[in-house]
């Protein structure tokens, strides 16, 4: 934490709103709320807040209105008044509001009016008016003894209903101070839903008493892995890891996440991703062998067995789990379950003869749907990731989407409820930026536009479909997020994005004014001392392509500011020329460039590197489309020039497919000397990310001998090179997907993703 940078921005503050009056500047002020209001209007004149305003609220709001309380006067020099006299903040109910969470601010010079059908409208109302407040109320530091705020009418509800944040604890534990703060930035941002990922593989980290080996044994792993899981070989750090909450702090912080209008869903993994367990309890396996909890990343072959004594140990650690979370959800996870161990099982196989099912993804279908009526019978539902549809669905569960759209599109159309959390848009451990010294992460590229650009709604569904989208959550997994500041990093300013997508309607929805209220919102998040990822002032590139001439422009998303740019090598300074037109690419070039202000460089340096070569702007034909959430640039995008990431394969660079086996011809126009073809697959296996085994080129004019190239599948990056000599107007490869995944992998069971670069031909 920066303690220097903190107290520099509160002294600042301090000198700016230490005045007695409030400045007129503040009659400019333009709302910058985080997410966007529905309907907004200015008014002429301020509400002067002072130690006169007096608080008028009744037992209907008193979540919101002793928030907004505590929040105005904890540390504050400024007091609100407790006897009769002065302007009032007033708390009004309106039952004939349709939406339970929404509000109307109303600013006069007189009133400040919160008019809402419940506490939890009023609550979202306090966050919009927190937000039009001096940041120095954050921190408990407003030294000034009034302040003036704008006078409006804001008119806001959500979107969706469910609005939600995941944390992994089990790859990673983390304080309950951290906690805390987490749920914070959800109620500031009007999510609604906590989902704590509380058990797995590498670790468990909530106090079960009736079984304490759970918190000896399980909570508890010998050493963790070094570096990425792609990496080899492994290395580990040889230093024992763990921890987990008691139940008095889970208690604690569940009611800390009521006042906030925060529900938590615990998550307990089954009956896959439950190695810590089964370590702490062999039984519950079906092996009856002692194991450890796993060191390193992956899915992991142990899996609950289907005996009754699994079901008693599950149902004794739910009724614990329900006395804690009063959640109407409970999720049970379901996902990456491998079944080898099912098939080699005499148990499990007597219990898929007993129940008459057809096989081991019946039988977690069964296991899924037991647990389901036992909850159901407790009067609480399942949430379980889209892993539950197989083997059909347990009949009143809730699917959490993740594999793409698929499983949401699936679950709807079964009339079954559906949260939205596909990898593409909502894995907040994925890259943010392309720069070079970015934190490790899982690997995929999700910048902050692409989050800001979700729809939670698959346009494969109908209208009457579409109600059982409930909404949509972003996901932290916490594999290579080792301290809060990685988590921090992480997570803003995505879960801002991720708000407005779950909150906002789509018209009020402009990505270039979020940018300038992400801006303003980053003042809130610099005195709170949060480790946010600040990528607003980069320079962006975009391809542009007119039959075979290729141009390269330039944009950034803050406003006021240049570009300045280099194509030597060099790094631009404060004297390079400013950008203003698109960089004609008729050569190979390194393009530099950075976002400059009249004073000096604001964002990081853009680099882009161009290469030319024989193939560049020409005609390429695909057998099949790439997948649309990895579309990247299209099919033009194999032979533009520019590579992909080394780490990121969803940037734009790289094309996705899904299982499916490629047949790429590039047309060179003219018959051609062709001395070299070069290309790259990736091939992080962690991800279902798997390069092909050979790859095979074909020329039109050549001595009709095929050319097969047997790939070396060990490496993160895997190149394909072919030099030979030929003469040839179009040249084919044939890329055959590398198939199904095998058991124990990651994804296991499923088709394997091809990810392709560009083509190189010289």
Not at 47 to 67: C, P
Not at 211 to 224: C, D, F, G, V
Not at 432 to 445: H, K, L, M, V, Y
Request: proline fraction near 4%; charged fraction near 25%; charge should be negative.
């Amino acid at each position: 934490m920066n303690n220097n940078r903190l107290s520099l921005v509160l002294i600042f503050i301090c000198i700016v709103f230490s005045c007695s009056t409030p400045s007129t500047s503040l009659d400019s002020i333009v709302p910058n709320i985080v997410p966007v209001p529905m309907k907004q209007k200015m008014k002429e004149g301020q509400f002067s807040m002072s130690s006169k305003t007096r608080l008028n609220y009744n037992e209907d709001f008193k979540i919101s209105a002793r928030f907004l309380e505590s929040y105005l006067t904890n540390g504050n020099q400024m007091k609100l008044n407790e006897g009769e006299g002065g302007n009032v903040i007033s708390f009004e109910k309106d039952e004939q509001m349709e939406n339970a969470e929404g509000y109307k601010l109303v600013v006069s010079s007189e009133e400040i009016k919160i008019i809402a059908p419940t506490d939890q409208g009023a609550f979202y109302a306090v966050q919009s008016l927190r937000q039009l407040l001096p940041v120095s109320f954050e921190t408990g530091s407003y030294k000034g003894s009034e302040v003036g705020i704008k006078c409006m009418e804001i008119e806001d509800e959500p979107q969706f209903s469910y609005r939600g944040m995941h944390l992994d604890v089990g790859r990673h534990f983390f304080s309950t101070t951290f906690i805390k703060q987490y749920i914070d930035a959800l109620a500031m941002l009007k999510m609604n839903t906590f989902h704590w990922h509380l058990t797995e593989d590498q670790g468990w980290r909530i106090e079960i008493k009736k079984y304490p080996r759970l918190n000896e044994i399980a909570a508890y792993r010998k050493e963790t892995l070094v570096g990425h899981y792609n990496d080899q070989p492994h290395q580990f750090d040889g230093k024992r890891y763990g921890g987990f909450y008691t139940q008095e702090e889970i208690k604690d912080i569940v009611e800390y996440a009521y006042n906030r209008n925060v529900t938590i869903i615990p998550e307990i993994e089954m009956p896959g991703h439950s190695q810590a367990a089964i370590a702490a309890y062999p039984e519950l396996g079906c092996t009856d062998e002692p194991i450890e909890v796993a060191t390193k990343w992956g899915v992991f072959e142990e899996i609950y067995c289907t005996k009754e004594e699994t079901f008693a140990f599950v149902e004794d650690v739910l009724d614990e789990v329900l006395t804690l979370f009063p959640s109407k959800y409970i999720h049970i996870g379901g996902d990456e379950a491998p079944k080898t161990r099912w098939k080699n099982c005499s148990d499990c196989q007597r219990r898929i003869k007993e129940e008459g099912l057809k096989d081991e993804h019946e039988l977690q279908s069964y296991f899924i749907s037991r647990v389901e009526k036992y909850l159901n019978g407790k009067g609480r539902q399942i949430i379980g990731w889209d892993e539950i549809l197989e083997g059909g669905l347990a009949p009143n569960a809730t699917v959490m989407s993740w594999r793409g759209t698929k499983g949401a599109v699936a679950a709807a159309k079964e009339r079954h409820n559906v949260i939205n959390t596909t990898t593409s848009h909502c894995y907040f451990d994925y890259y943010q930026s392309t720069n070079e010294g970015e934190p490790i992460a899982i690997g995929g590229f999700l910048p902050l536009e692409k989050v800001y650009g979700f729809n939670p709604i698959p346009e494969e569904l109908n209208e009457d479909e579409q109600k059982y989208v409930l909404g949509a959550q972003g996901n932290v997994w916490t594999e290579y997020m080792s301290t809060e500041d990685n988590v921090e990093y992480m997570v803003y300013p995505r879960i801002m994005a991720m708000s407005e997508v779950v909150w906002s309607k789509d018209e009020n929805k402009d990505y270039d004014d979020f940018v300038s209220r992400v801006e303003k919102f980053n003042e809130r998040l610099d005195v709170l001392d949060v480790n946010y990822a600040n990528h607003i002032y980069e320079v962006g590139g975009e391809l542009h392509t007119e039959g075979v001439i290729q141009s390269f422009a330039l944009k950034t998303v803050t406003k006021d500011k240049d570009i300045r740019y280099t194509t030597d090598g060099s790094d631009p300074n404060i004297l390079s020329q400013i950008y203003k037109e698109p960089i004609a690419m008729t050569k190979s070039m390194v393009i530099k460039a950075a976002v400059f202000n009249a004073e000096k460089q604001l964002g990081g340096l853009f680099k882009q590197e161009f290469k030319y070569h024989k193939a560049v702007g020409k005609k390429l034909t695909l057998n099949v489309q790439p997948n649309k959430t990895y579309g990247g640039r299209g099919e033009k995008g194999l032979i533009n020039g520019i590579n992909g990431s080394n780490a990121r394969f969803g940037d734009k660079e790289w094309l996705g497919f899904w299982g499916d086996d490629l047949e790429i011809t590039i047309d060179l126009g003219e018959i051609t000397e062709i001395k070299s073809i070069e290309t790259r697959f990736h091939n992080a296996n962690g991800q279902w990310v798997y390069a092909p085994k050979t790859m095979e080129i074909l020329f039109d004019k050549d001595d009709g001998i095929p050319s097969v190239i047997i790939l070396d599948s060990n490496e993160l990056i895997v190149k394909a090179k072919l030099e030979k000599i030929a003469k040839s107007r179009y040249i084919t490869l044939k890329v055959p997907s590398f198939g199904i995944i095998p058991e124990g992998s990651q994804g296991a069971g499923s088709k394997a993703w091809t990810f392709i670069d560009e083509i190189v031909v010289n």
